[in-house]
Structure formats: structure tokens, C-alpha cells
């Protein structure tokens, strides 16, 4: 029974002992199995943070081409909006087409005392004031010829009045929309027309400058009508001639047929720059290039004008005109196109009292040298000469 006893008791152990060993290989293939795993991730953890990283560098640089679309896209639509808007503005608001036609509250150049014609090299011009209607008051200058400019220091006003009635001419000059009479190309042209022997007088409109009253066409034009009148009345038997550059051509004929229809014409008129109408002009202006073609382009902005009571309308003035007519008119005017000043000129021609003068550059108009050297001596005073002679008896 002990023999037996005995290999049982081994055999049991054996089992135990092979059964602790199985166990122990089995819990090291296990850690085996776990330390590959952890391996191999960690080996496959390299290779995909790169392209986790550049996805997201993807995405945010999608995110950001978005954003800019975005953006722009509602920039887009801002100024689509406002482009149809403005024309709808303008209709109901017709005096905004009003102020862009006269821009009298552009004043260029700024911060110049108008009181101070010295302080613009104008040193033989007066300034004073008039009144043309009750609370109406216009700014005017007066520049005698600069063969005075020695006897016209320290003189007053009063001194200035009387010179009118000397043996030169008068020339009043009608400037056009924007700034004052203290322009620089203005007072270039009036020391070039002041060199050539001419008084020459000028003024704000009601509304320009220092000048007090709201700007209309009917306004403007009686404020031209007060001032030659004021001419008249000390100039004695001296010429007059009226000039009217731009808008102020639209002034300038007004103020002629006025004068003709009540027998007391100037002794000639000068147009730089004219016109046929206002509305031509509007349609023909740079600015209205982009809306030129938009639907109901005359109903948004030419109806507007004319229910303002401006028209300007030179093409029909001119009719009624019976001075001599001189008309000069750059090829290059960038503002009022020289086709439509040939459109406006060509039914007065052939004429014997009207003289056209076409201009290769804008800047002869403006610039001190061109003028002096050109255009004026040759064109403008013999002619002005001309017309005296053909008015004397």
C-alpha cells in the first residue's frame, strides 16, 4: 500500500510542478504578446502624427479661404447694394443731383482768405461785395491791367470803381462749378488776361466762396446780371466783354440772351468749354460712366435735373444771341468732351460773328506759358480788336 502510496504522491507533484511551469510560460507569452502590441503601436504612432497634422493644417487653411470668400463675397454684395440704391437715392432726393452739378462745397484750395487777393499774387485787385437781392451778398474781384499794378498799391475801392471808365477793356469772367474765384488756374487766367491790357472782373455765385444764397441756375444767373449791370454803370463807353468757361458757359448764355432781349448786348462773348444742355453734359460726364448703360439711366438721373429747374441750355440760347460769339475748346477736356462742344458749335458755323478755336492740350487753357505764348495773343485779342472796329461808327 506504501509502494503505491508513493508514485501517486510523485505522480501529483509531477502534475503541480508541470502545472506552475505551464502557467508561468503561459503568463510570459502573454507579457510577450502585450510588450509587441505596445511595440508595434508605438511604432505605428510615428508615421500617422505627420499626416494627422497636415489634415489639420488642411483643414484650417480650407477654414481660412472660406472666411476670405466670405468676406469678400459680402463686400461684393455691400457695393452691388449700393450701386442700385444710389440711383433710387437720387430720384427721390433730386437736390443731390443739384449739389454734384454745382459742387459749390468743394472749395479748392482751401484755407485762403478770399478777402486777400494779395495773398494770391493778385497784388492790383480790390475785393469788396454787392448785393443782388436781399439777403444775397457775392464776393467780387476786380484786377486792373498790369500796366497799373504800381498806381493801383494801397488804393481803395472807390479808386478801383472809377479805373473802369479808363480806355481798356472789361472782361467778366463767369467761372465754373467747384472752388472760388481764387482757383489757381483762375488766377493764372485773369494775370495773363491783366498782361494783355484788360480789366478783369470776377465773382462767386450765391452759395461759392464768401458769397451768401443758395445756388439755382435763376440765382446765378441774376447774380451775373447785377454785376455787369455794375459794370455798365461806370464803365462809360468801354468794351465789355462777358466770358464763361464750363459751367459757367451755361451762365455766360443766359446772361447774353437776357441782355440781347432787352437791346443792350455785350460787346462779345467768349465760351470755353461749352455745352449743348445740362443733360448732354450729365450724360457725357466721366462720373456717369458707370451707370451710362444701368435701365432707366435718363429717368434715375437726367429727370431729376430738369424737375430741378436746371437746364443750362446753351443750344437754345444761342439762338436768341446777336454779339460776336467766340468759342475755344481743348480736344483732351477730360470733363466736358470736345465732341460735344462741336456739337454744339457746328450749327453756328458758317458764321461771320462766330470764330471757333480748337485746342491740342487742356493745359493751354490753364498754364501760365501756353497762354501768354499761344493761344490768347493770337486768338483772343485781335479778335476782341476786331469786334471794336466792326462796332464803331
Known sequence: ???????????HERCAASGSSSSGSAAAALDAACRLKQKLRLAGKGPSEPRCAADAGM?????????????MKKILLCVLGLYVAIPFLI??????QAKLIFLNFVRVPYFIDLKKPQDQGLNHTCNYYLQPEEDVTIGVWHTVPAVWWKDAQGKDQMWYEDALASSHPIILYLHGNAGTRGGDHRVELYKV???????????D???WGDSVGTPSERGMTYDALHVFDWIKARSGDNPVYIWGHSLGTGVATNLVRRLCERETPPDALILESPFTNIREEAKSHPFSVIYRYFPGFDWFFLDPITSSGIKFANDE????ISCSLLI???EDDPVVPFQLGRKFALPLLPGDSVRCVALQHRCSISKLPRLQSSVYPLSLRPWLQAQVHLQEP
Do not use: D, Q
Not at 500500500?1 to 505522480?11: D, G, Q, S, T
Not at 430720384?91 to 443731390?96: E, T
Open 317 to 320: 440760347n444761342v439762338k436768341h
Open 205 to 207: 455765385y450765391r452759395g
Open 193 to 203: 488776361l491783366s498782361s494783355l491790357g484788360y480789366h478783369v472782373v470776377t465773382f
Open 91 to 96: 430720384k427721390l432726393c433730386p437736390g443731390i
Open 59 to 71: 483643414k484650417r487653411a480650407l477654414g481660412r479661404r472660406k472666411g476670405l470668400w466670405f468676406r
Open 1 to 11: 500500500m506504501r509502494k503505491r502510496a508513493e508514485p501517486v504522491a510523485l505522480e
Open 328 to 330: 475755344l475748346h481743348a
